[in-house]
């Protein structure tokens, strides 16, 4: 499809996807131990990928449980420094468009002018009857510039409350998205609003440290102009539930394997519980509850 069609359907398109750059987990159960098998036989999801599919409760921090969630803690702030600033597909082409209403269904529009700049190929198509689905598949698309040109093979999926203007959506990203210093990280980020773009949250799904799959939402990162960050956000574990993370001294990431190498965290939980995660060294760290306890681990 050409001509005005293709620029209705990119622009509309393009705006949401914009949207997620300013800034779920159900109730299916099985095993905790993470054996790999998805029957259901307790309460909390095995995961085998970078999709949460873990406890959404507010966890009670304690010394059987504080390991993992301040490994959690870490991941979660390294996953907002990786992904701190980082520009999705048609975030650039977006700039080009005024806001419009949702356009009704026209089928499949090759977009890859639009929102594909340097190369690839960006395929939008309305999927449904009712106009409320939109998909648009990447390959090796590539836009942006300079330090901020990026390549991005995958799928984002947008899904409208009605057909409206202004309606709710929820919109997913889902693929490998490649850095202009040839970093390839895997994408997995949820943007949902509200009517006319309220109460509007941000989460990303991810594999930690330890190879489980947590769930960040709106975190924050700044970093202090040598490499030491300071972050905040909420993340989920899928054993435990949730905690809230703070920055007690600016951590770094300049450890070979990705660990960071200095800095301290604190994350609470319900009923006043809390604990630390001191980073000693680029192999070791220490991990104290409100509790009193404290205990040394190496990666």
Same mark, same amino acid.
């Given at each position: 499809?050409? =001509?005005? =069609?293709?620029?209705?359907? !990119?622009?509309?398109?393009?705006? @949401?996807?914009?949207?997620?750059?300013?800034?779920?987990?159900?109730?299916?159960?099985?095993?905790?131990?993470?054996?790999? +098998?998805?029957?259901?036989?307790?309460?909390? !999801?095995?995961?085998?990928?970078?999709?949460?599919?873990?406890?959404?409760?507010?966890?009670?921090?304690?010394?059987?449980?504080?390991?993992?969630?301040?490994?959690?803690?870490?991941?979660?702030?390294?996953?907002?420094?990786?992904?701190?600033?980082?520009?999705?597909?048609?975030?650039?082409?977006?700039?080009?468009?005024? *806001?419009?209403?949702?356009?009704?269904?026209?089928?499949?529009?090759?977009?890859?002018?639009? @929102?594909? *700049?340097?190369?690839? &190929?960006?395929?939008?198509?309305? +999927?449904?009857?009712?106009?409320?689905?939109? @998909?648009?598949?990447?390959?090796?698309? %590539?836009?942006?510039?300079? @330090?901020?040109? #990026?390549?991005?093979?995958?799928?984002?999926?947008?899904?409208?409350?009605?057909? %409206?203007? =202004? !309606?709710?959506?929820? %919109?997913?990203?889902?693929?490998?998205?490649?850095?202009?210093?040839?970093? &390839?990280?895997?994408?997995?980020?949820? $943007? %949902?609003?509200?009517?006319?773009?309220?109460?509007?949250?941000? $989460?990303?799904? $991810?594999?930690? $440290?330890?190879?489980?799959?947590?769930?960040?939402?709106?975190?924050?990162?700044?970093?202090?102009?040598?490499?030491? #960050? &300071?972050?905040?956000?909420?993340?989920?574990?899928?054993?435990?539930? #949730?905690?809230?993370?703070?920055?007690?001294?600016?951590?770094?990431?300049?450890? &070979?394997?990705?660990?960071?190498?200095?800095?301290?965290?604190?994350?609470?939980?319900?009923?006043?519980?809390?604990?630390?995660?001191?980073?000693?060294?680029?192999?070791?760290?220490?991990?104290?509850?409100?509790?009193?306890? !404290?205990?040394?681990? +190496?990666?």
């Amino acid at each position: 499809m050409k =001509g005005s =069609g293709r620029i209705l359907v !990119s622009a509309s398109f393009s705006l @949401l996807l914009a949207m997620q750059g300013c800034g779920g987990g159900g109730g299916s159960s099985d095993d905790p131990a993470d054996t790999n +098998n998805p029957v259901n036989d307790d309460n909390v !999801s095995d995961n085998t990928s970078d999709d949460f599919t873990g406890n959404e409760s507010e966890a009670v921090v304690n010394d059987s449980n504080a390991k993992d969630l301040a490994i959690g803690a870490a991941s979660a702030v390294k996953q907002g420094v990786d992904e701190n600033g980082i520009v999705l597909p048609a975030q650039t082409a977006a700039k080009a468009y005024n *806001p419009t209403p949702i356009v009704v269904p026209m089928g499949t529009s090759d977009s890859s002018e639009d @929102l594909c *700049p340097h190369g690839g &190929t960006g395929i939008v198509e309305f +999927n449904d009857t009712t106009g409320q689905v939109t @998909l648009g598949t990447f390959t090796d698309c %590539s836009y942006g510039g300079g @330090l901020y040109l #990026y390549t991005f093979t995958g799928v984002v999926t947008i899904t409208y409350a009605d057909g %409206s203007d =202004g !309606s709710a959506f929820t %919109s997913v990203h889902d693929g490998d998205l490649t850095s202009v210093d040839n970093i &390839t990280r895997a994408i997995h980020r949820t $943007f %949902s609003c509200e009517a006319n773009y309220q109460n509007c949250t941000l $989460f990303s799904d $991810f594999l930690g $440290f330890d190879e489980r799959s947590y769930r960040v939402t709106d975190i924050s990162v700044t970093e202090d102009g040598n490499s030491a #960050y &300071t972050a905040e956000g909420r993340v989920y574990d899928p054993s435990h539930g #949730y905690i809230d993370v703070t920055t007690d001294i600016p951590v770094t990431f300049d450890c &070979t394997d990705g660990h960071p190498g200095t800095g301290r965290l604190s994350f609470t939980g319900a009923n006043q519980t809390s604990g630390t995660i001191e980073f000693v060294s680029c192999t070791e760290y220490v991990v104290t509850t409100n509790s009193g306890t !404290s205990n040394s681990y +190496n990666w």
